[in-house]
């Protein structure tokens, strides 16, 4: 396992988990977000779903707004 920092941009708090996956869709899934919901960031570079998480990693969640 390993500890990732979320910052939860709407929420406007921030979050230490401790995190048994690998990528960015496993982490969303362990902490309830919809991954359509939001988009991750990682030292100002959006992730993938895909992407590869690392120890001690920090962690951006942007809220998608959309509308109508």
């Not at 902490?31 to 030292?43: F, H, L, Q, T």
Request: with cysteine.
């Amino acid at each position: 396992t390993m500890n990732i920092a979320i910052l939860h941009e709407r929420k406007q708090s921030q979050e230490y988990v401790s995190f048994g996956g690998k990528t960015v869709c496993d982490l969303l899934r362990q902490i309830n977000v919809v991954p359509e919901a939001v988009i991750v960031v990682r030292n100002k570079e959006v992730l993938t779903e895909n992407e590869l998480l690392n120890e001690n990693d920090e962690i951006r969640l942007l809220s998608v707004i959309s509308g109508g």
